[in-house]
């Protein structure tokens, strides 16, 4: 009931208000019966915007810190969280994949919609990265569609590292149910599965018009800070040593 408190009442007419969000391609998704809604993530406001577009109900996986926080912050972060179609799942061990993957049978069991980000984490620059095959398995193992999801402009509403943007119409497109029966019995052949997620990925990349890289997305993001920490450390090497400033190229002399 919460969630539908939410979604009608609370927040929901709230964020129409504000947002004004767009949706393509609805008569894609299902009325009725279970479905994967596989979705690129450029933001944590993307769990917000892509549900408030649709009739159903769609659940996610989130970490488990959100449901144990202590306190009465904590309290009331649980319930909402739960409230609001989210489901715990302990990220941090080594049955992380297989917890979701539970989770998300369990969704789908119930004949509803289940959300994941193949990417499992947001891109940090905007760019598409390579998406991980827990959820080709789950499509295998299920037997269900999957439906490729893009969503643009949660970015500017919510930027990487900050709470709060600039306010803008973001839009969720929905594109045709993909159907990977003809791979039923090989979920545990690890290039079937990175073949379905690149599928999957193909057609979000489609959707959305974001530039493709492939590579997982938490080694890009890795990647991304060693090179700014090496900038860093080189803009203060040539300040000491009076060379040239690598950022400006301006020269610097040595105190």
């Not at 530039?211 to 803009?235: C, F, H, I, N, P």
Request: no cysteine; proline share 6%; net charge positive.
């Amino acid at each position: 009931m919460f969630y539908w408190f939410l979604k009608f009442i609370a927040l929901g007419p709230l964020l129409r208000v504000i947002f004004r969000p767009q949706a393509e391609g609805l008569e894609n998704v299902p009325e009725s019966g279970p479905a994967i809604l596989a979705s690129n993530h450029l933001s944590y406001a993307d769990w917000l915007f892509m549900p408030l577009t649709l009739p159903r109900r769609v659940s996610f996986v989130a970490k488990a810190e959100y449901f144990t926080s202590p306190g009465i912050k904590g309290f009331f972060q649980k319930h909402f969280f739960s409230g609001s179609g989210q489901i715990p799942i302990d990220r941090s061990g080594a049955n992380a994949a297989e917890g979701a993957l539970l989770s998300a049978k369990s969704v789908l069991g119930r004949d509803e919609l289940f959300g994941i980000y193949p990417e499992g984490t947001r891109s940090h620059d905007g760019k598409l990265y390579r998406g991980k095959t827990g959820v080709a398995r789950l499509a295998l193992e299920t037997g269900v569609p999957v439906i490729p999801v893009a969503v643009v402009g949660t970015d500017v509403v919510a930027p990487p590292g900050k709470k709060f943007g600039k306010v803008t119409r973001p839009m969720v497109r929905f594109g045709k149910p993909l159907d990977f029966s003809r791979y039923e019995g090989l979920e545990n052949d690890r290039y079937i599965l990175r073949s379905i997620t690149d599928e999957i990925m193909y057609e979000i990349m489609n959707l959305s018009g974001q530039e493709y890289v492939d590579l997982y997305a938490t080694r890009a993001k890795e990647e991304s800070k060693r090179l700014e920490k090496e900038a860093a450390a080189a803009k203060d090497a040539a300040k000491e040593q009076g060379t040239k400033d690598p950022g400006t190229g301006e020269t610097k002399q040595a105190s």
